[in-house]
């Protein structure tokens, strides 16, 4: 592929909800441009995009991927992005790359529940957004029907350029509302339409959506607008140059349509892109920071060369691929360049232009365009790469914590042996899993947006890296407190041949507010502890309250007052005072109220609303208290506090009682006691459990 000026690249992320289409338009993109002899499908396993194995096998996008191919005189690098919730973290980290989105619409369904979640995203990085509506040649697809709900969700903004010429199994053309032209198709051809007249049955509609377009191009202009009134219309280059200013300044969402399946459409949609999308010279400019400054900075073709790395793989034969995009300058194969991060010297051997998984080699890539290459020793997603010191460091996006977790153990002592190596790589592309030990339960715990997430990394695992593991659901991190005052002795003394153990404490022992975990207070006066003992006996009392009091359970927000005790100037020692410190401490939980702490989730649900009150009834069920509600459209987030007991098998429940429509996030608030009935199981089943382990 031949090298293309900053000016004549497009970066466009296709975003929108599962299955609404964005893998197979990007095929069919890539079959009409001739940069495939085909045009692959999504059901059989083996499109561009989709090419990692897991995708293949589920049929669904997992991960973002990227295409890069010419279209006339422009290149387009396209990014095929997750529509599923918890794999939208994925779409979110590649959008800084992007220069604009193509929000993928069902002609059947709509708006759906991602569908507002990637609009925010497009609308965070500030980015051009057009709106296709695919699917047009399935049963009941109504593209005015699609185009009323975008109204509700988006407003009056987004405006048809484009209208369908035959509906459902008949679409088989698209008039173009700026030239006020009709293109025809064969279904299932090469995906290049024939031009003609608009029919006589759409002229009317066509010249309804014209005026339409028209009038609101010149609404945001002062000259179009004086132009329009003046003549009544907008010739074809006022029309063009209109839209691209409206849609980079996001006051117009132009509305396309296509059929991917059919491949319908995709000339014009190629077209609309080259056209009135704008080239990385025209997107917004990003943050960053310069010498400790914040700054907003565009992309700088006659800068010296740096790049940003918005993505990394791992693949099981090239090692480690970091994909990024030339910020300034232009990168050359082979170049030299230093990780702000690391500091470490880069070496760029074989910079290639993505196309899905093969990598097609370059020798150049300008300021705006996307790249990747293999094997950087040190450079992980989010990092700057530059030729000098002092150069614009290009923030990272900010991915939210995982949702859920599940403890991970590995089958047999050799995949035990690998797990951390191969969890290592699998975490290095995938931002939004958390791998961690558990200081209390002692379980590693695996986390991230969902079980079937967590699934795929487990299936991961096996395919590439030979390492089987076992999930399961974690253990509850339950803690003990006080909710009482004691004030007890605590008193060692062993006599044996030689020198004896002695050591005499008096402690007081008081509640402290959720999440003050420990104070220990020292309030000995006359010497009757030496100072030397004062820190065994808070050892003493540190090691006594972790292995807990009423069901071996870490004890927490207690404070500990130190205020008496006696010593033996031959037999004491730091040991004897531990011991003491221990006995008294347990001491004082018989007398001091112990009680029972779970902890408590802040969950945020997203759902449609006619979910709402089943899901708010369910919460209640769980023992939850619901804290707050918005409405946003025909989307409901409802907030609650739920203890982390009740929230092990939620994401099931809530695909269940919505059909999947709803999604969550959930992470730790506080702790709190656990009601009676509940502590009295808990109790019970760690008296059997330890008991068990004694026999053993």
Known sequence: MRVFDSSDIRNVALIGHGHCGKTSLTSAMLFTAGATDRHFKVDEGNTITDFDEEEAARKLTISSALAGFQWQKTKINAMDTPGYNMFLND??????AADASLVVLDG???????????????????LASAIVVNKLDRERASFDRVVESVHEAFGRAAVPVHLPFGSEKNFSGVIDLIRMRCYSYQAGGNGKGSEGEIPA??????TQGHEALVEMIAEGNDELMEEFFATGTLPVEHIVSGLQQAARERRIFPVLCASAAQNVGTDLLMNFIAEILPSPLQRSPLEATQ????????VMPNEAPSMFVFKTAADPFAGRVSYFKVMSGAIKDDAHLTNVRSNCNERLAHIATPFGKALQPV??????????????????TGDTLCEKTGCVVFRDVEIPEPS???AISAKTRNDEDRLSTALAKILEEDRSLRFYRDPQ???????????????IVVSRLKRRYGVEVELKAPKIPYRETVRGTASVQGRHKKQTGGHGQFGDCWIRIEPLARGEKFQFVNDIFGGAIPKQYIPAVEKGVLEAAEQGFVAGYPVTDFKVTLY????????????AFKLAGRKAFRSAMQQAKPALLEPIMKVEVETPTEFAGDLMSDFNSRRGRISGMDIKGGMQTIRAQVPMSEMLSYQNDLISKTQGRASFHMEFDHYDYVPAPQAEKIISAAKTHMHVEEEE
């Not at 010498?291 to 565009?298: D, S, Y």
């Not at 339960?441 to 699934?455: I, Y």
């Open 91 to 96: 779409a979110r980290s590649v959008l800084i």
């Open 108 to 126: 059947v369904a709509g708006i759906e529940v991602s569908t507002e979640k990637v609009w925010s995203f497009a609308k965070e990085f500030e």
């Open 201 to 206: 049955s759409e002229q009317e509609a066509a």
């Open 291 to 298: 010498n400790g400054n914040e700054i907003k900075r565009e």
């Open 363 to 380: 020798t150049e890539l300008r300021a705006g365009d996307i790249g990747a290459v293999a094997k950087l020793k040190e450079t992980l």
């Open 404 to 406: 859920i977790a599940y």
């Open 441 to 455: 339960t002692k379980e590693f715990l695996l986390a991230g947006n969902g079980q079937q997430h967590v699934e």
């Open 564 to 575: 008496d005790g006696s010593y033996h100037d031959v037999d004491s020692s730091e040991m």
